[in-house]
């Protein structure tokens, strides 16, 4: 790609980010700081120096915040607060994420809490146990009760395919998660050893491509876990414009799933637009 490209693929990828922190000490504080990080994402010189606006009506804001069940009504309340909520939707985790082990009812209450909440993206995790032993059926009839507990929030289901064994696995569950409603399939929740791959994300581009043939839905992928650099985050804009279309770059199709991508995005724009290395104190959250 030509250099004079770059920043605006790196301004896209910001664009289709669910700005995320899945930790044990999540709080208030870093919640308030993630909405206001997704809301003023890269810093006012730069931005203006690459054309955008800074004020309420930037287009440069992520769509998304993803945060736990227990976090919603504070990312929620923040986002009404500073007028983004909407614009900057607020996904959660849920069904005992990351690994899924909690009982049917537990997983569909939690699903139920973060949407009364005011979630209105569900990122949901697989049972790994069910597509491992190839049980299919069962495992599209929980992910079917799981979106009916959705009700109109979007249904985004986690395949953890670090752990599925198979390329093959990883192409049926997409199929599966997909026919039983799922909105987006995605790759992984940053939590197994291996997450978002390249060679997992042609198989899920794939998948998504022969279900809109055979039924003509558009389901969404997102990438999650491990996407740390614009390299890493532009190397996947080129899969999906070149597997699925360039229609399908915007975020009701493509999201990232990442919680440390925005630092050398920032970096390099800032490169980019002054020609030098920042110093560490250039960028501060919010
Ligand atoms: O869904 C998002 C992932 O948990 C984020 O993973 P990450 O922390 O490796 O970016």
New binding site residues.
């Given amino acids: 790609m030509k250099d004079k490209h770059r920043p605006a693929w790196i301004l896209k990828a910001v664009t289709l980010i669910?700005l995320?922190t899945?930790a044990g000490d999540d709080s208030l504080s870093n919640v308030s700081r993630l909405c206001l990080k997704a809301a003023r994402p890269i810093a006012k010189d730069v931005l203006e120096e690459l054309g955008f606006d800074y004020e309420d009506n930037s287009p440069i804001h992520t769509a998304a915040v993803?945060v736990y069940p227990n976090r919603v009504q504070e990312a929620v309340d923040v986002l009404k607060k500073i007028k983004m909520l909407g614009k900057i939707n607020v996904a959660s985790v849920a069904t005992g994420f990351p690994a899924g082990q909690t009982p049917l009812n537990a997983r569909l209450a939690e699903i139920r809490y973060a949407v009364e909440n005011g979630a209105t993206e569900i990122?949901i995790v697989i049972n790994r146990p069910l597509a491992l032993a190839g049980k299919w059926k069962a495992l599209y009839d929980e992910i079917g009760t799981m979106k009916e507990a959705c009700g109109t929030a979007h249904l985004k289901t986690i395949l953890a395919t670090g752990e599925l064994d198979t390329l093959q696995n990883v192409y049926n569950a997409s199929m599966v998660a997909m026919m039983a409603g799922a909105d987006f399939i995605k790759t992984s929740?940053?939590?197994e050893s291996v997450?978002a791959t390249i060679p997992v994300g042609i198989v899920m581009a794939r998948a998504i491509k022969d279900y809109q043939h055979k039924t003509g839905y558009k389901v969404g992928l997102k990438p999650?876990?491990?996407?740390r650099t614009a390299s890493d985050a532009i190397q996947w804009l080129i899969l999906v414009k070149d597997l699925l279309g360039h229609h399908w770059l915007n975020p009701a199709l493509f999201r990232f799933?990442?919680?440390?991508?925005l630092g050398d995005m920032e970096t390099q724009l800032y490169q980019y637009v002054t020609g030098r290395t920042p110093s560490g104190y250039e960028f501060t959250m919010g």
């Fill in positions: 669910d995320t899945l993803c990122d929740t940053g939590k997450n999650a876990g491990g996407v799933g990442a919680s440390g991508l």
